[in-house]
T-cell receptor, first 117, second 112 residues
Framework: NAGVTQTPKFRILKIGQSMTLQCAQD?????MYWYRQDPGMGLKLIYY???????DKGEVPNGYNVSRSTTEDFPLRLELAAPSQTSVYFC????????????????FGNGTRLTVT | DAKTTQPPSMDCAEGRAANLPCNHS???????VYWYRQIHSQGPQYIIH???NNETNEMASLIITEDRKSSTLILPHATLRDTAVYYC?????????????FGTGTRLKVLA
């Protein structure tokens, strides 16, 4: 298993440009998450999804959009890039079973380092 | 949502036990405590988790106080490779939906 795969690893954007950060997992996890990590700080939750077709906002959703058309993929869209979105973006996934059954911990990708200038 | 508070940094001598504290005084009864670590800027790695009982695995031990308001991660014999930022996280359960809320972490430096 590859686990959680994020592409690209690095990207530089100009202000106002748009891009999509890709995230794919091959563990058949139902939950997927996007976090951002600013320099020297902890991770902040942007959006999450509990299954295909279902997404919800986290702590810092402004300026981002997500979709979850398949179990495997959870892309993060930046429509109008701003310098405040310069950060490292981490995608994560986990499995939540039925009540009383197995739940996996979060598995993280290696991140996308985004600079907006 | 429950929040966690951790000291910003700690040092530990190589070969000694590293005890990393975490306060989660607003934790709810069904919310688990998870510990992750992040080495350099890689994705965080899972270490251990628990609800109310103490837990141990091949990496670490987790001690949760009886009132569940705080916990301690113990690395029994720290090595230089354990130098990392350690995050104590509460898994928030809202009507069966799980969210993992990170704090600011403790930067552990293991000294030779």
């Amino acid at each position: 298993n590859a686990g959680v795969t994020q592409t690209p690893k690095f990207r530089i954007l100009k202000i106002g440009q748009s891009m999509t950060l890709q995230c794919a997992q091959d563990m058949n996890h139902n939950y997927m998450y996007w976090y951002r990590q600013d320099p020297g700080m902890g991770l902040k939750l942007i959006y999450y999804s509990v299954g295909a077709g279902i997404t919800d906002k986290g702590e810092v959703p402004n300026g981002y959009n997500v979709s979850r058309s398949t179990t495997e993929d959870f892309p993060l869209r930046l429509e109008l890039a701003a310098p405040s979105q310069t950060s490292v973006y981490f995608c994560a996934s986990s499995y939540k079973g039925a009540a009383g059954s197995y739940n996996s911990p979060l598995h993280f990708g290696n991140g996308t380092r985004l600079t907006v200038t | 949502d429950a929040k966690t508070t951790q000291p910003p940094s700690m040092d530990c001598a190589e070969g000694r036990a590293a005890n990393l504290p975490c306060n989660h005084s607003t934790i709810s009864g069904n919310e688990y405590v998870y510990w992750y670590r992040q080495i350099h800027s890689q994705g965080p790695q899972y270490i251990i988790h628990g609800l109310k009982n103490n837990e141990t695995n091949e990496m670490a031990s987790l001690i949760i106080t009886e009132d569940r308001k705080s916990s301690t991660l113990i690395l029994p014999h720290a090595t230089l490779r354990d130098t990392a930022v350690y995050y104590c996280i509460v898994r928030v359960d809202t009507s069966g939906t799980y969210k993992y809320i990170f704090g600011t972490g403790t930067r552990l430096k293991v000294l030779a």
